[in-house]
């Protein structure tokens, strides 16, 4: 098992460019998540999702959407890039929530507006 | 909706000491409290998880204790070792989501 896998690493984008920061789990999950971790600061979820087709906003939705088509995949786009969205984000998944298996984190996508 | 409070923000231990972390939560609905540990640049790991119907939960030198009718949970470290020195978040299970603390910094001085 591959787990959590995120793409890309590292992205510099300008202002009002759009991007689409892929996530992908192999560990058949039902519950994906998406946060952002600001310098020094905690985890804000971004969006999550329960299920193929279900998406749901979490506490810092605004400029961001999500899809999720398949089980495996929880794609994030960005759509008119902004100074504020400069963070870490990390993607998440998990088989239910209150499994033994909790939340698997992806190494993260360190992304820069300028 | 649910708020995590995570004190003390850093936390400096000689090696060998032990470290308490503490947090509190607001919606006395939620039943889940996992503790994680991120290194520098590194993804938060899982570490440690309570639920609500146990009071303490012991691995090795890590342990979380929960008081339901305070609302708050503790991370407790015994023997610090410099591969402790890390962030450490909190967080409280809500309706389908994980709230996170803001985490704090320990470091292990040899």
């Known amino acids: 098992n591959a787990g959590v896998t995120q793409t890309p690493k590292f992205r510099i984008l300008k202002i009002g460019q759009s991007m689409t920061l892929q996530c992908t789990q192999d560990?058949?999950?039902?519950?994906m998540y998406w946060y952002r971790q600001d310098p020094g600061m905690g985890l804000k979820l971004i969006y999550y999702?329960?299920?193929?087709?279900?998406?749901d906003k979490g506490e810092v939705p605004n400029g961001y959407n999500v899809s999720r088509s398949t089980t495996e995949d929880f794609p994030l786009r960005l759509e008119l890039a902004a100074p504020s969205q400069t963070s870490v984000y990390f993607c998440?998944?998990?088989?239910?929530?209150?499994?033994?298996?909790?939340?698997?984190f992806g190494p993260g996508t360190r992304l820069t507006v300028l | 909706g649910e708020n995590v409070e995570q004190h003390p923000s850093t936390l400096s231990v000689q090696e060998g000491d032990s470290a308490v972390i503490k947090c509190t939560y607001s919606?006395?609905?939620?039943?889940?409290f996992p503790w994680y540990k991120q290194e520098l640049g590194k993804r938060p790991q899982l570490i440690i998880d309570?639920?609500?119907?146990?009071g303490e939960k012991k691995d090795q030198r890590i342990a979380v204790t929960l008081n339901k009718t305070a609302k708050h949970f503790s991370l407790h470290i015994t023997e610090t070792q410099p591969e402790d020195s890390a962030v450490y978040f909190c967080a409280s299970y809500n309706t389908d989501k994980l709230i996170f603390g803001t985490g704090t910094r320990l470091q292990v001085f040899p």
């Open positions: 919606d006395s609905a939620s039943n889940y």
């Open positions: 999702s329960v299920g193929a087709g279900i998406t």
């Open positions: 998440a998944s998990s088989y239910a929530v209150l499994s033994t298996d909790t939340q698997y």
């Open positions: 309570i639920r609500s119907n146990v």
């Open positions: 560990m058949n999950h039902n519950y």
